[in-house]
């Protein structure tokens, strides 16, 4: 089936840095997602992709959708404590029966102050 | 408020026995998506319903089962519970495919 390489697992970073994660497909995604979950909570959507080539911003978020349709990027400018959290990327193709996400393993992301 | 709504939070219970969750969609949502989320294997789809359809199926075991009701709430009901099926069990809605789902705050299992 279907699988997503999210990278990295995890980062420990400064307060007021730049993070960036991505994630790759072994096949094309009509839409990329990208969620964050904080401890206890369901994902909730962050940014949504598309269409291949697409840049978008929410806030300090980017978000890529690639060329290839295989690879989404998400950075983060200037991180705050708030932005602790695990990231997931996630695919969708629709058409037929199909419809349903496929999610990446996840971002975990540690802010020191 | 993410407007999905999940019962219970947290649910313990016994090996063998049977339990049933609960999702009430956003208004509006004619789709209810379920997932399991344990730690080794992420976010897992187990099983799609649309206006009372079910429209696709991923990982899911034989012993579960859901349904969507004409008020559009699903139930993932989970039957002969083994220690592995301890996780998090998601609920999550969206007004039709190609959108962005919307996520409830989860049902913990923990099968004991």
């Known amino acids: 089936g279907q699988q997503l390489n999210q990278s990295p697992q995890s980062m420990f970073i400064q307060e007021g840095e730049d993070v960036s994660m991505n994630c790759t497909s072994s096949?094309?995604?009509?839409?990329w997602l990208w969620y964050k979950q904080d401890p206890g909570e369901g994902p909730v959507l962050l940014i949504a992709?598309?269409?291949?080539?697409e840049l978008t911003s929410n806030g300090r978020l980017t978000a890529q959708f690639g060329i290839t349709r295989k690879d989404s990027f998400l950075n983060i400018s200037a991180s705050i404590p708030s932005d602790v959290g695990i990231y997931f990327c996630a695919g969708m193709n629709y058409g037929g029966s199909q419809g349903n996400l496929i999610f990446g393993k996840g971002t975990k992301l540690s802010v020191k102050p | 408020d993410s407007g999905v709504t999940q019962t219970p939070k947290h649910l313990i219970t016994a090996t063998g026995q049977r339990v049933t969750l609960r999702c009430s969609p956003r208004?509006?949502?004619?789709?209810v998506y379920w997932y399991q989320q344990s730690l080794d294997q992420g976010l897992q789809f187990l099983i799609q319903y649309y206006n009372g359809e079910e429209r696709a199926k991923g990982n899911i075991l034989e012993r579960f089962s859901a349904q969507q009701f004409p008020d559009l709430h699903s139930e993932l009901n989970l039957s002969s519970l083994e220690l592995g099926d301890s996780a998090l069990y998601f609920c999550?809605?969206?007004?039709?495919?190609?959108?962005?789902?919307?996520f409830g705050s989860g049902t913990r299992l923990t099968v004991v």
């Open positions: 999550a809605s969206s007004v039709e495919r190609g959108f962005g789902y919307t």
């Open positions: 208004s509006g949502d004619l789709s």
């Open positions: 096949s094309i995604f009509n839409t």
């Open positions: 992709l598309y269409k291949a080539g």
